[in-house]
């Protein structure tokens, strides 16, 4: 088990332009939870998948954002047209869901940070 | 109108002084109550899920209660590396799913 590992760790772009974030969750975790944190702030929820299929996704997210878990393994998160708002560190989880309707803990990947210039 | 609040925001103590925080939630439906760990610059790590009132669950120094309206983290004679900000998530219903829901966690600064 390696845990959950996203990449890029940092990104830093201008205004204006697009960028692209990959999650790679425990293999055998079939939900991944994308958030957005920003300082002394907790985890803000973006959207979350059930192996392939997007659940879920917050109404306070932009158009600009998307996402996508082709296959139900790993996971990308585009921001287009990235504005310095955007800034903020973007976290991706996973976790098992055995028994419907039950929601176990989730298990964090390291973050990427992202500064909009 | 926050769902999760936690309390205090910050907090100092002495090696071995114990103490709690508290997360109060307003949401209906809990389907889980969980508290994480988060060091700086890094993703947080999980510590408990309690889904009851009246559930406990203990680790080393940290034991997690919960009741119908709030959660207590409670630190027994904590040291220095106890350090960190600890968050508390719900998972309640919103608009027909289940979503995470984040407090804005308490800063734990423990002096030797």
């Known amino acids: 088990d390696t845990g959950v590992s996203q990449d890029p760790r940092h990104k830093i772009t201008k205004r204006g332009q697009n960028v692209t974030f990959r999650c790679d969750p425990i293999?055998?975790?079939?939900?991944l939870y994308w958030y957005r944190q920003t300082l002394g702030q907790g985890p803000e929820f973006l959207t979350y998948?059930?192996?392939?299929?997007?659940?879920?996704k917050s109404r306070l997210l932009s158009d600009r954002f998307s996402a996508e878990r082709p296959k139900g393994s790993f996971s990308t998160l585009e921001i287009q047209r990235t504005e310095q708002g955007d800034s903020a560190m973007y976290l991706c989880?996973?976790?098992?869901?055995?028994?419907?309707?039950?929601?176990?803990?989730?298990?964090f990947g390291p973050g990427t940070r992202l500064t909009v210039l | 109108e926050d769902q999760v609040t936690q309390s205090p925001e910050a907090l100092r103590l002495q090696e071995g002084e114990s103490s709690s925080l508290n997360c109060s939630y307003t949401?209906?439906?809990?389907?889980?109550l969980f508290w994480y760990r988060q060091d700086p610059g890094k993703g947080p790590e999980f510590l408990f899920t309690?889904?009851?009132a009246g559930e406990e669950k203990e680790k080393e120094r940290l034991k997690a209660t919960l009741t119908k309206k709030e959660s207590f983290l409670h630190i027994t004679a904590p040291k220095p590396e106890d350090s960190a900000t600890y968050l508390c998530?719900?998972?309640?219903?919103?608009?027909?799913?289940?979503?995470?829901?984040f407090g804005r966690g308490t800063s734990l600064i423990v002096h030797p």
């Open positions: 989880a996973s976790s098992s869901t055995l028994i419907a309707g039950v929601y176990n803990e989730q298990f």
């Open positions: 293999s055998e975790h079939n939900r």
């Open positions: 998948f059930q192996n392939e299929a997007q659940l879920e």
């Open positions: 949401v209906s439906g809990l389907r889980g």
């Open positions: 309690l889904y009851s």
């Open positions: 998530a719900v998972q309640a219903p919103s608009g027909g799913s289940y979503i995470p829901t």
